[in-house]
């Protein structure tokens, strides 16, 4: 990648020449851009002289060469002499914002072979170091060392900072002179447990939920830990903050939250960052809207659905005086896209861009649950009545009212009992984990209901909806049972909209436990202990350590600012969504029957109740849309053989498990290796007891003494950081961006036959509809957010690309079968592409017009509804 001219010299003393490529702090860094007096890139000499010159930059870094052949007399590598970089080169292969800069190392010949070096920064702030390359070292050739770090003045560390070259090593297998370096750094990475972390810090370790309360602040902004016996929980970063007055188990909130610094934002991400994602901080935004609809500027409700859709054509207008008085700083200006008058525009959602009422047909509202934002909750209906797993001492009796009545008119012929035994029913469940905080959510200024919707499929292949149950606590208390009643549907008159309220209660509750489950606990939330444990266990040039270090990318950090901003008390999530203050408590709650093993594509599709597994009183959800058939592609046969998100998951799940079987079987030649390589074992022992230790006793857990289970493992792993949370995370926009088709919350109940409300319904349909999904407040925090969460950023990589090209390992059989991997993918998009213009498939466009491609595994920038990054990064 880097040119260099390799070793000269004569005698014992050699020189090796290099190239080191590196990026000084951004100005814009996301990280600091709250706090001004960070923001500075002036350089100090050890006299604290300011100088700025390339010169003084290349002399305050210097680099020692550590052997990987030649053991001093304690064991540990030889090093070489300290050499400071030289100066700036040009080089055509530097990305934006890089620089390249040569060195020279004296390098005696009894010192063997480079395999790691020691780096110092002198300088009072940070630079990132990208790569370092040796090249002509005799029979060796090019020595590449990819690095992708923040290095901090050398004050900063206790040890100092090491690098390992690119290659690959099981603990047994490497070199002698580096077992004690390998071993020193992990331990460095671990800390004690200890003290405040600071922003230099490296150290990765666990701690529960307790940060996202400011009880100090306002009683009503005590939340409950998360992570316990009580309320388990997947654990977070610890950055051992203080703990608040108030509630000494509730960490302190602060401007600085810790972070392992080589997990925040790159430069370009930052840049990226600030002109889309800071809309979603609450001290821009909000005070903006809260002022606006406070002082009559902004009327409370949206009158009719043209006033919606005018959201994407004209944009929502203030005053120029009364903006010029925010967006302090320049950046913040593109926020408010301030043209004339105008403030917030957005674009238009792609499930309206063809036609803009497909969202009211029945047809768009069925295909959604296959082919949405949420395409993985739909189950087989496998008992008639649905049944409640709920405690009937406590909570009544809740099985389903819904009766043979309401749906054999529909059923082409068809009892109920024939439409189960062919496999033809199926239900959207939103009622049981709902039922407990059902009460306290409509004690607020929210009023909803817990929903089951039985869908039908047709011999076209496409899900109709049959019947819908809204369910509400009995006036009397939760032990008499639910208030329910069933809907059908209906196309004229108030019916028509009584049909299409019905609906939204169902869309508000997917919403929500899409955006909280769906999205959050079962993607971001659950990959950050692998993040962790991976860093504290395995070593940076461990085979499993280089696998899935690419699928980690920026999600810690994302992590981090969404419980700053978006999942914490009064934070977006809480404002915007229907669960509010109870959001993160009720994802605990389900995060009880979060199964690992079940996250793997095929065994979700296939996973049904194991009557095994209740004997030990464990019962896992089930889905029984697929069954497992050896004839099919792989391995799996639909029930709904159209069934956008599966059949596409399915192709990408394949291609992952088959590249991570032959990069496995490249390292491990043998189960018995896999069992004796202590960072593997202790990574999953504290991946499973600490990082999911709430979870630690359930049965389901790989035991991980099979290379089959690494693969398994691993395959899941990458699936969920990648694929999954792409098909969840980038329709948001396209889909809910239309607030009328993804509804958030409902404010009032369903109008009753006679009352006054019916009377309105009849006269004045969509008003009445507007008034009772969510707000024009709610609605322009909710669009502002998920056009930002459904963005790609310019220097996003994608499943089969990595950062470092083809240098991240030495070993060239894993490179190639990464490259087989990259092209199996591309091979993968342009089939996905036939099956989208096949008008046979209804359910890849549907009614909406809008062909699936959120699993096409290629994006650009921006907002595409496709791409699938490697990683939870936004």
């Keep these: 990648m880097e040119k260099a001219f390799g070793i000269f010299g004569g005698g014992n003393k050699q020189k090796i020449k290099g190239t080191v490529v590196l990026m000084r702090k951004n100005v814009l860094d996301i990280n600091s851009i709250t706090n001004p007096s960070t923001v500075v890139d002036t350089i100090f000499d050890i006299f604290g002289t300011a100088i700025d010159t390339v010169t003084a930059f290349a002399t305050s870094i210097s680099i020692q060469l550590i052997s990987a052949t030649k053991p001093d007399g304690k064991g540990k590598g030889k090093t070489g002499s300290a050499t400071k970089l030289r100066g700036q080169i040009s080089l055509p292969t530097l990305g934006a914002k890089e620089e390249a800069y040569d060195v020279d190392f004296e390098w005696e010949t009894d010192l063997g072979i480079p395999g790691a070096f020691y780096i110092k920064n002198f300088?009072?702030?940070?630079?990132?170091?990208?790569?370092?390359?040796?090249?002509?070292?005799?029979?060796?050739?090019?020595?590449?060392?990819i690095c992708n770090s923040w290095i901090y003045n050398s004050n900063s560390y206790k040890t100092d900072r090491i690098f390992f070259s690119n290659n690959t090593y099981l603990p047994s297998d490497t070199p002698a002179p580096l077992v004690s370096y390998r071993e020193e750094e992990l331990k460095n990475v671990r800390g004690n447990g200890t003290g405040e972390r600071k922003e230099s810090d490296r150290i990765y370790d666990y701690d529960v939920y307790n940060d996202l309360g400011d009880p100090d602040k306002n009683a009503q902004l005590a939340r409950p830990v998360l992570g316990g016996s009580a309320l388990p929980y997947p654990r977070r970063g610890r950055t051992g903050r203080g703990k608040t007055k108030k509630d000494p188990n509730s960490e302190k909130p602060s401007a600085f939250v810790y972070l392992p610094r080589d997990e925040a934002f790159g430069h370009l991400k930052s840049s990226d960052f600030l002109v889309y994602a800071l809309k979603s901080v609450s001290q821009d935004v909000l005070p903006v809207l809260t002022d606006a609809f406070d002082g009559s500027l902004l009327s409370l409700e949206f009158d009719n659905f043209e006033e919606v859709r005018k959201l994407y054509e004209g944009g929502v207008t203030?005053?120029?005086?009364?903006?010029?008085?925010?967006?302090?700083?320049?950046?913040?200006?593109?926020?408010?896209?301030?043209?004339?008058?105008?403030?917030?525009?957005?674009?238009?959602?792609?499930?309206?861009?063809?036609?803009?009422?497909?969202?009211?047909?029945?047809?768009?509202?069925?295909?959604?649950?296959?082919?949405?934002?949420?395409?993985?909750?739909?189950?087989?209906?496998?008992?008639?009545?649905?049944?409640?797993?709920?405690?009937?001492?406590?909570?009544?009796?809740?099985?389903?009212i819904i009766t043979k009545e309401h749906l054999e008119p529909n059923l082409g012929g068809l009892t109920v009992e024939q439409a189960i035994e062919n496999k033809k029913l199926f239900i959207l469940d939103h009622h049981d984990y709902l039922i407990p905080y059902l009460r306290r959510i409509n004690s607020s200024t929210t009023k909803t209901y817990a929903t089951r919707t039985i869908f039908f499929l047709k011999d076209d292949g496409t899900l109709t909806p049959l019947a819908i149950e809204l369910s509400k606590p009995h006036g009397q208390g939760d032990e008499y049972g639910p208030l329910s009643e069933v809907y059908v549907p209906a196309y004229e008159g108030v019916e028509a909209y009584i049909w299409l309220l019905a609906k939204a209660y169902v869309v508000v509750n997917d919403s929500c436990y899409h955006q909280i489950v769906?999205?959050?606990?079962?993607?971001?939330?659950?990959?950050?202990?692998?993040?962790?444990?991976?860093?504290?266990?395995?070593?940076?040039?461990?085979?499993?350590?280089?696998?899935?270090?690419?699928?980690?990318?920026?999600?810690?950090?994302?992590?981090?600012?969404?419980?700053?901003?978006?999942?914490?008390?009064?934070?977006?999530?809480?404002?915007?969504?229907?669960?509010?203050?109870?959001?993160?408590?009720?994802?605990?709650?389900?995060?009880?029957?979060?199964?690992?093993?079940?996250?793997?594509?095929?065994?979700?599709?296939?996973?049904?109740?194991?009557?095994?597994?209740?004997?030990?009183?464990?019962?896992?959800?089930?889905?029984?849309?697929?069954?497992?058939?050896?004839?099919?592609?792989?391995?799996?046969?639909?029930?709904?053989?159209?069934y956008p998100y599966a059949s596409d998951g399915l192709e990408i799940w394949d291609a992952i498990k088959s590249w991570v079987q032959e990069y496995v079987a490249f390292y491990y030649k043998s189960d018995e290796v896999l069992q004796k390589d202590p960072e593997l074992q202790a990574w999953w022992k504290e991946l499973v007891e600490v990082g999911h230790g709430d979870l630690k006793d359930k049965p389901w857990w790989p035991k991980?003494?099979?290379?089959?289970?690494?693969?398994?493992?691993?395959?899941?792993?990458?699936?969920?950081?990648?694929?999954?949370?792409?098909?969840?995370?980038?329709?948001?926009?396209p889909y809910g961006g239309l607030i009328l088709n993804r509804p958030t919350i409902s404010r009032r109940f369903m109008p009753e036959k006679g009352s006054a409300e019916y009377v309105a319904l009849g006269k004045n349909p969509e008003k009445e509809f507007l008034k009772t999904i969510t707000g024009k407040k709610e609605t322009l925090i909710d669009l502002t957010v998920i056009e930002i969460l459904s963005r790609h950023t310019s220097d996003e990589f994608y499943l089969g690309e990595r950062d470092g090209g083809d240098y991240w390992t030495s070993d060239t059989v894993p490179l190639e079968a990464f490259k087989r991997f990259g092209k199996k993918l591309a091979e993968i998009e342009e089939k996905l592409v036939q099956k989208n213009n096949d008008e046979t498939l209804r359910n890849r466009t549907g009614p909406a017009k809008m062909p699936y491609t959120l699993l096409f595994p290629s994006s650009e920038e921006g907002l595409t509804f496709r791409g699938i990054p490697n990683s939870i990064s936004i």
């Excluded at 996973?607 to 799996?636: C, E, F, Q």
């Design 123 to 145: 300088m009072q702030n940070e630079f990132y170091l990208k790569s370092v390359t040796l090249e002509d070292i005799p029979n060796q050739g090019t020595i590449h060392f």
């Design 518 to 642: 769906s999205h959050w606990l079962n993607t971001h939330a659950v990959v950050e202990p692998f993040v962790i444990a991976t860093n504290r266990q395995l070593s940076v040039v461990h085979p499993i350590y280089k696998l899935l270090f690419p699928h980690y990318r920026d999600t810690m950090n994302i992590n981090s600012l969404a419980r700053k901003s978006l999942v914490n008390a009064d934070g977006i999530i809480e404002q915007t969504f229907l669960w509010s203050r109870y959001s993160l408590e009720m994802s605990a709650v389900i995060y009880k029957d979060w199964v690992f093993s079940d996250q793997a594509l095929p065994n979700d599709l296939v996973k049904r109740l194991d009557t095994t597994v209740v004997l030990i009183n464990v019962i896992w959800m089930h889905r029984g849309v697929a069954v497992k058939d050896p004839s099919a592609p792989h391995g799996v046969k639909l029930l709904i053989e159209d």
């Design 704 to 733: 991980m003494q099979t290379r089959e289970e690494l693969v398994e493992a691993s395959a899941t792993l990458i699936w969920i950081a990648s694929a999954l949370h792409a098909a969840v995370n980038f329709g948001q926009y």
């Design 318 to 400: 203030l005053p120029t005086n009364f903006l010029s008085k925010y967006a302090p700083i320049p950046v913040l200006k593109e926020i408010f896209r301030t043209d004339g008058e105008q403030f917030l525009k957005y674009p238009p959602p792609k499930v309206m861009q063809v036609d803009k009422s497909a969202w009211m047909t029945d047809a768009e509202f069925a295909r959604e649950t296959i082919a949405g934002v949420n395409p993985n909750v739909i189950k087989i209906l496998e008992e008639f009545p649905p049944r409640s797993k709920l405690d009937t001492q406590a909570y009544g009796d809740h099985t389903c």
